[in-house]
């Protein structure tokens, strides 16, 4: 029997009841191909930040590292820890210190789950940079709090990181249909973006299948509004992919549905998988928090360590749930009832 030790860190908000629901279902899924799941639980969260003053302990990226996947719920409780500390505590440094570049996203339309859109066809993988660019944390503050305070935030491009990015890009794009829509807003940002424009076209002689288009953020954010369709494969840089995919997340249905992989493809360290979404405190403890993102990234999580039996399994259980009705509304079902639902489906 395989098994695979994965480490839980439920996190903030709505991150620990996701969480749970997510293993559960992976649990069964597992089960049923005869693989083992060894959850191994880390509390580190704002709450640990508020007990120890970091969000996770110094030997904390070591040992994680002895773990086959990461399963995450969600970062933050802006009520008690800024953002930018947790997020700069936690996620981040996982995500560089595995070197996670590629954080891809799929956003489609589960049966079942009215979008507020009318698109023909709504099936777009974001491939969102995830170590540089300007999340890499680069810049200073001086005079704080006078009159002539600066604050400067550099965003770091480096051509190992574009490359690697852009050809994780092309790949996926090879494999689906082809197409890649690399976004940049290289008529304003005259250095990183158009750096980013000339490595895409460098890349594009070794993809001659592949049809690649640039373009801008704000072209790109109307276009998947407008145009869904036209769109299969996205790469945009860490920002700019961060705030895709939550309009991709906004039109799949809702923040409850949006799944994430932060992978290292080179596999020299654990990946990491968890919702697009937030810790939610607005709904925190009302037991309405929709799991499917969760469940979603979990089977991600098994696809990416070679499961794809029981990844599937569950994809499929999720389809039959939402296709039912079960988990397409927001607030309607609770969430104990839809991971029940999902669990039913793998056990049908
Ligand atoms: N589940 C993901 C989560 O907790 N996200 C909080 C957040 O602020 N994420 C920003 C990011 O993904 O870079």
């Known amino acids: 029997m395989k098994s695979y030790r994965i480490a839980l860190?439920?996190?903030?908000?709505i991150g620990p009841d996701v969480v749970a629901a997510a293993w559960q279902v992976a649990e069964a899924a597992a089960g049923k191909e005869n693989v083992a799941l060894a959850a191994i639980r880390y509390p580190w969260s704002c709450d640990y930040y508020l007990e120890t003053g970091a969000m996770m302990p110094p030997d904390g990226i070591e040992t994680l590292r002895g773990h086959d996947a990461i399963l995450l719920g969600a970062v933050g409780?802006?009520?008690?820890?800024?953002?930018?500390?947790?997020?700069?505590?936690?996620l981040l440094p996982i995500r560089k210190a595995f070197v996670q570049y590629a954080n891809v996203r799929p956003h489609r339309l589960l049966p079942g789950v009215e979008g507020p859109l009318k698109a023909e066809r709504f099936d777009i993988l974001c491939i969102r940079e995830n170590t540089e660019g300007e999340y890499s944390g680069a810049g200073g503050r001086v005079h704080q709090g006078g009159a002539n305070e600066v604050a400067v935030e550099t965003a770091i491009f480096t051509r190992?990181?574009?490359?690697?990015i852009l050809r994780f890009g092309f790949e996926q794009a090879r494999q689906r249909t082809g197409r890649l829509a690399s976004v940049t807003k290289s008529n304003a940002q005259k250095h990183s973006m158009v750096f980013w424009d000339e490595i895409t076209r460098q890349l594009s002689a070794e993809y001659p299948d592949?049809?690649?288009t640039s373009y801008h953020i704000d072209a790109m954010a109307a276009r998947m509004v407008m145009a869904p369709e036209s769109l299969d494969v996205?790469?945009?840089s860490n920002l700019f992919g961060d705030i895709l995919t939550d309009l991709g997340a906004a039109i799949q249905g809702g923040l409850g549905f949006a799944a994430s992989a932060n992978i290292d493809p080179g596999r020299t360290a654990p990946s990491m998988f968890e919702p697009v979404h937030g810790s939610a405190p607005d709904i925190m403890g009302k037991g309405i928090a929709n799991p499917l993102a969760t469940i979603w990234s979990a089977a991600m999580m098994l696809e990416h360590l070679g499961e794809g039996a029981a990844s599937a399994r569950i994809m499929r259980a999720m389809e039959a749930t939402t296709r039912s009705g079960i988990g397409t509304r927001f607030g309607r079902d609770a969430t104990g009832a839809i991971t029940?639902?999902?669990i039913e489906a793998i056990e049908r």
């Open 9 to 13: 860190i439920p996190g903030d908000g």
């Open 340 to 342: 029940e639902a999902v």
């Open 210 to 212: 592949v049809e690649v």
């Open 234 to 236: 996205v790469v945009a």
């Open 160 to 164: 190992a990181g574009v490359e690697r």
């Open 77 to 90: 409780w802006p009520a008690t820890v800024p953002d930018s500390v947790s997020l700069h505590g936690l």
